[in-house]
């Protein structure tokens, strides 16, 4: 979400009103368990009980949120970039920055929706190698435009033999039927397979993949604080633009059932 801050509570001290701001997914935290306590926000013992849905959500007027989940934003950021960049934007920058920051890694990402797409941005300006995977033919020049080096269908099986035990760092931002031991298997030695999307189906593959190839398989959630800053800061420097459709909110239900039938590459961005 993007917005602007309408009201203060009493303990206030890092925002005014007007101040306009970015919320993402997490709006609170118990601030006393062993991650708080870390800085680990995102990781709350509670996290549940955080989402910005309690108690309205995005989709409504006002939302109230503590104040150190409302970010304020670079001037010259516009609001339906910065509206991404709060949820799908730091959800790929948290482990691509972890895992391929150095800007020489072999970076590949599966599924490419709003994650993935954000993924391939953040993964270019770093410096890496690209490559995207994906089920859609139709999307092969979008992402060459957004920074990937390489296209390739996962359907292809002799493309997919030819980059056995090829990448360092894989991406998966998808949540469909997806072949996991092709995408298992080109892990290259000492590389990371990264979950930040939800599977609808069972995960299978050959573990012995990973063993004989000390090759790692993570999770990836949001981010802290310091990495949300961290984020919009390099998303300015770097004009990094995800691919976003302005709706009116009064056509949230068109935007929804386009999501399902068409799996876009872009956002839907809704304005109220």
């Known amino acids: 979400m993007v917005g602007h801050v309408t009201e203060l509570g009493s303990a206030v001290t890092m925002l005014k009103a007007g101040d306009r701001v970015g919320i993402g997914w997490q709006g609170r935290s118990c601030g006393k368990c062993e991650w708080c306590l ?3 926000v995102q990781l709350c013992d509670d996290i549940d009980q955080c989402g910005v849905w309690r ?3 995005g989709f409504s007027t006002s939302v109230v949120v503590d104040e150190r989940f409302a970010y304020p934003l670079p001037s010259g950021m516009p609001s339906e970039t910065a509206a991404v960049l709060m949820c799908a934007g730091i ?3 948290n482990p691509i920055s972890r895992y391929a920051s150095s800007g020489d890694k072999k970076v590949v990402v599966i599924g490419l929706g709003g994650l993935g797409h954000m993924a391939i941005e953040f993964a270019h300006m ?8 994906s089920s859609s033919p139709s999307k092969h020049e979008q992402v ?10 996962i359907s292809d099986r002799e493309a997919m033999r030819k980059v056995r035990y090829s990448f360092d760092v894989l991406m998966y931002t998808s949540h469909g039927n997806t072949d996991w031991t ?5 892990i290259a030695t000492n590389g990371s397979l990264v979950v930040v999307g939800f599977s609808d189906f069972p995960v299978t593959f050959d573990p012995m993949e990973l063993v004989v190839h000390q090759s790692s398989m993570t999770g990836s959630f949001i981010a802290n604080h310091e990495t949300m800053r961290e984020m919009l800061a390099f ?3 770097h004009a990094i633009r995800p691919k976003v459709e302005l709706m009116p909110m009064a056509e949230v239900n068109t935007a929804i059932q386009r999501l399902k039938d ?3 590459l872009q956002r839907f961005v809704m304005v109220n």
């Not at 770093?126 to 995977?133: D, H, K, P």
């Not at 092709?182 to 080109?186: E, F, G, I």
């Open 144 to 153: 060459l435009s957004l920074g990937a080096d390489h296209f390739i269908l």
């Open 55 to 57: 108690p309205y959500g």
């Open 262 to 264: 068409e799996h876009p």
């Open 182 to 186: 092709a995408l298992v298997n080109s």
């Open 91 to 93: 959800s790929v920058y």
């Open 235 to 237: 998303a300015q420097e």
């Open 126 to 133: 770093f410096g890496n190698e690209v490559t995207a995977i």
């Open 38 to 40: 870390k800085g680990e």
